[in-house]
């Protein structure tokens, strides 16, 4: 029998393999994915019972529309190749497909879900619409039948208005790339809304607008965004990052754009309710000045000047009167006084002339060269008239009468 060297009998081996398995369709669960620097992707496939390893080389990697993940069941399109220098064999996959569920539906949920969780459809990171924009930007196809929508609402809902066209893919490899860059263009020119949009189709012909790199442009620009991709079913990753989603094009201009006859309308009903303010403000200044004047004139300084003057007048008549009254009073008094006053005098007189006789019946009673009776002398000590029982043993008093003085001291003091 020949013997074979290892690498001939792996040599052989990867032969049988590859003519046997050049194309294969095989389902399974994965697992161990792993994503290598070169943008290779290895992982296994398992069942139940086996497993088998498995790798996707770039160029097929890069065109997967979803991400692969552990515990995902696939279906891999590819051929059984062995890897010589370790006598392993693997499946080098062409394609891939989630087992029972489209590959651009589960792309599209996986993104969804990501984004959601990174907050790029935070309710509180949407930016408010301008009631009246000025300057937008329209990011479609220029050959297409959504820009002709758009054109047509916005030239009847809202002429004052610039709108700048931005020609871009909307299906296709490239359409996403070239979305993006119109975003970034437009978002530095300062417009008040940018729309993106496109018509109607498949899932296939709205991918553009679930790939990531578009929903990442329009999370990041500054100027509001407004995503209007197909029909009002359709539902893209940009119509959730976007600040408003619109349901179709032509809706979006009727979203962002007012009304021109409804602004008139309102102009009108402005202007008759202005006309009507102004009115009533008018009466009330007037009401207002009339009221002012007459309070004025009423507070005035000539008012009060004359009120002052009548105050004078009445307090001049008030003190002429009171002097009246006065004098009046006097006059009667004195009267009285001129009809009593003799009587009063004559009075007086009889009154000072009984004093005087009643006086001098006095002195002529007290005075000692009056008292001529014998026996009896008037006695005083120290100048001052007392009586005998007010005198002391030793004391010196005087004794008058009428004719002589005597002076004489108390030797003895006798009660009878």
């Not at 290779?40 to 139940?48: P, Q, R």
């Not at 200044?285 to 007048?313: G, P």
């Not at 009285?336 to 005087?356: D, L």
Request: glycine letters at 4%; aromatic letters at 8%; a neutral charge.
């Amino acid at each position: 029998m020949h013997i074979l060297t290892v690498s001939s009998l792996n040599e052989q081996i990867k032969s049988l393999l590859e003519e046997s398995f050049s194309r294969v369709l095989v389902e399974g669960e994965l697992s161990r994915v792993t994503f290598h620097n070169s943008g290779h992707i290895y992982f296994t496939l398992k069942d139940e019972n086996s497993t088998i390893k498995a790798v996707i080389f770039k160029a097929n990697a890069t065109k997967l529309k979803f991400q692969l993940q552990e515990g995902l069941k696939v279906v891999l399109d590819g051929a059984v190749t062995l890897y010589k220098p370790r006598g392993e064999y693997q499946m080098n996959c062409f394609t891939i497909q989630p087992s029972g569920y489209g590959a651009l539906a589960l792309a599209y949920e996986q993104l969804k879900n990501r984004l959601s969780n990174q907050g790029y459809f935070d309710l509180s990171r949407k930016k408010e619409l301008p009631k009246f924009p000025k300057k937008i930007a329209l990011i479609t196809s220029a050959t297409g039948a959504a820009l002709q929508d758009m054109l047509r609402v916005a030239n009847g809902r809202y002429r004052a208005l610039e709108i700048d066209i931005y020609d871009v893919l909307v299906q296709g490899d490239s359409a996403a790339p070239s979305i993006v860059k119109a975003i970034n263009l437009a978002d530095a020119k300062g417009y008040d809304v940018i729309v993106v949009g496109r018509g109607g189709g498949s899932i296939e012909d709205l991918w553009a607008f679930n790939e990531e790199i578009v929903a990442d442009a329009i999370f990041r620009a500054r100027t509001p965004m407004v995503s209007a991709v197909g029909h009002e079913i359709d539902w893209v990753i940009s119509d959730f990052v976007a600040d408003l989603r619109a349901p179709t094009p032509s809706a979006a201009m009727q979203m962002i754009l007012p009304d021109s006859n409804e602004l008139l309308q309102y102009m009108d009903s402005l202007s008759s309710s202005m006309s009507q303010r102004v009115s009533q403000k008018v009466y009330n200044s007037k009401q207002e000045l009339a009221h002012l004047l007459s309070s004025y004139s009423q507070h005035s300084i000539e008012k009060k000047i004359v009120h002052k003057i009548q105050e004078v007048k009445q307090q001049k008549e008030l003190f002429s009167q009171t002097i009246a009254f006065k004098i009046e009073n006097f006059s009667k008094n004195i009267e009285q006084i001129k009809i009593r006053f003799p009587n009063i005098i004559e009075s007086k007189i009889n009154i000072a002339q009984n004093q005087v006789t009643y006086l001098l019946k006095m002195l002529e009673s007290n005075h000692p060269k009056l008292k001529s009776k014998k026996g009896f002398a008037q006695i005083s000590l120290e100048s001052v008239v007392v009586d005998i029982s007010e005198l002391k043993i030793d004391d010196i008093f005087e004794l008058q009468s009428d004719k002589i003085k005597v002076s004489a001291k108390v030797l003895n003091k006798i009660d009878i």
